[in-house]
């Protein structure tokens, strides 16, 4: 019987998913909010410190929330437009996922708009203090991309 007892405190505690999905979907709103006010700075807080953003034109991957905050300072005044619709959520303890269709407007700089459609996928982790926090960021364009790098979302 002790070990029944010891075997159930090391399982690790069902995971609220309806409840996880909402703060996630909370997340994503502040991502979409501050990312349509160009406010780069807004969108690198929602990122872990040493999360990971990437998308097929980058030459590296892009990591760390500062260098994420760059990335999207240079980018954001490209795009417009952006619509993101999550068609995909899981959750299992401190990590979750959301997955996606994304499309938005950009203009390159002194180029034509272009339209592009995507997909994404988010890997969140839950903090010490229990919010959440974007770890990685993969962007996946179906569209041609423009001749300069773009504000993948």
Do not use: C
């Not at 405190?9 to 909370?26: F, H, I, K, L, N």
């Not at 410190?49 to 490209?78: K, Y």
């Not at 993101?84 to 996606?100: K, N, R, V």
């Amino acid at each position: 019987m002790a070990t029944d007892t010891a075997m159930m405190e090391m399982q690790p505690s069902p995971t609220d998913t309806a409840a996880v999905e909402r703060e996630v979907s909370q997340v994503r709103d502040q991502w979409i909010a501050a990312a349509e006010r160009d406010d780069a700075a807004a969108v690198a807080a929602l990122y872990t410190d040493d999360a990971v953003f990437d998308a097929p034109d980058l030459a590296t991957p892009v990591t760390g929330r500062q260098a994420i905050q760059d990335h999207f300072a240079r980018n954001f005044p490209m795009a417009a437009n952006l619509e993101i619709q999550s068609t995909g959520f899981e959750a299992s303890g401190d990590l979750a996922y959301d997955y996606g269709e994304y499309s938005q407007r950009i203009t390159p700089p002194k180029g034509k708009p272009i339209e592009e459609r995507g997909r994404y996928l988010v890997v969140l982790r839950r903090g010490d203090a229990g919010g959440w926090k974007i770890e990685k960021h993969l962007a996946f364009p179906l569209s041609p991309p423009p001749a300069t790098t773009a504000a993948r979302r």
